[in-house]
């Protein structure tokens, strides 16, 4: 399809581990990003993997990519209240410049339960 | 802060009103966008600016009309919009347009409202 696929909803307990899965569109899509968004605001850039890797962890964030299967996760360790928020996946697409080439997903909201 | 303000944070309008919301970023960045934000549907890419030069136009209707008078400045003219309008608009910025990571830094939008 053409869209990039999230779940709409999360919840986990504090202190678990969150992970939020995304299914992305073209295999050659160069730079895959999670963004998170919390209440009132705009979106922040979390962390981004290049398609070259196929794991990244920053602190408590791992995110493994499967090229093959077109899917990237964010794996959020010791999950806090403060995590709660929307997690965007967008993909990076080849063939053109500029910013018409990066797709978001619809979003996946985290809630933590104390 | 992601170096990036929007105004006004809330707008209610109705369908004959003519607003506008603005954006600036103080980042030093070339590029400026709209995105409108709908509840269950991904982030939808409006305007983009590089250099003050409109570059993308993905099929908005002409009751927007972007303007962009200086690389730190954007603004979006909204005229006889629809209930349906009713969504958060985001404005975000990035070093370049034509970078390859193209890194963009968001705004914590507008809320409007079309009654």
């Known amino acids: 399809g053409e869209d990039v696929e999230q779940s709409l909803f999360l919840s986990v307990r504090e202190g678990d581990s969150s992970v939020i899965n995304c299914t992305y569109t073209?295999?050659?899509?160069?730079?895959l990003y999670w963004y998170k968004q919390e209440p009132g605001a705009g979106l922040q850039l979390l962390t981004y993997?290049?398609?070259?890797?196929d794991m990244k962890q920053d602190q408590r964030l791992t995110v493994l990519l499967n090229k093959k299967d077109k899917h990237l996760s964010l794996r959020i360790a010791d999950t806090q209240t403060g995590d709660s928020a929307i997690y965007f996946c967008?993909?990076?697409?080849?063939?053109?410049?500029?910013?018409?080439?990066?797709?978001f997903g619809t979003g996946t909201r985290l809630t933590v339960i104390p | 802060e992601t170096g990036v303000t929007q105004t006004p944070r809330h707008l209610v309008m109705g369908m004959t009103n003519k607003k506008s919301l603005k954006c600036e970023q103080h980042?030093?960045?070339?590029?400026m966008y709209w995105y409108k934000q709908s509840a269950k549907k991904p982030l939808e890419l409006m305007f983009v600016y590089s250099l003050e030069e409109r570059v993308e136009n993905n099929s908005v209707p002409s009751r927007f009309s972007p303007e962009c008078p200086n690389s730190s400045h954007l603004f979006l003219h909204l005229h006889t919009l629809q209930p349906e309008d009713s969504a958060l608009y985001l404005c975000?910025?990035?070093?370049?347009?034509?970078?390859?990571?193209?890194?963009?830094?968001f705004g914590p939008g507008t809320r409007l409202t079309v009654l």
């Open positions: 975000a910025s990035s070093q370049d347009y034509s970078r390859e990571k193209n890194e963009q830094f």
């Open positions: 980042l030093g960045h070339n590029a």
């Open positions: 073209d295999s050659s899509s160069t730079y």
């Open positions: 993997i290049f398609s070259n890797m």
């Open positions: 967008a993909e990076k697409r080849p063939g053109q410049t500029g910013a018409n080439n990066l797709f």
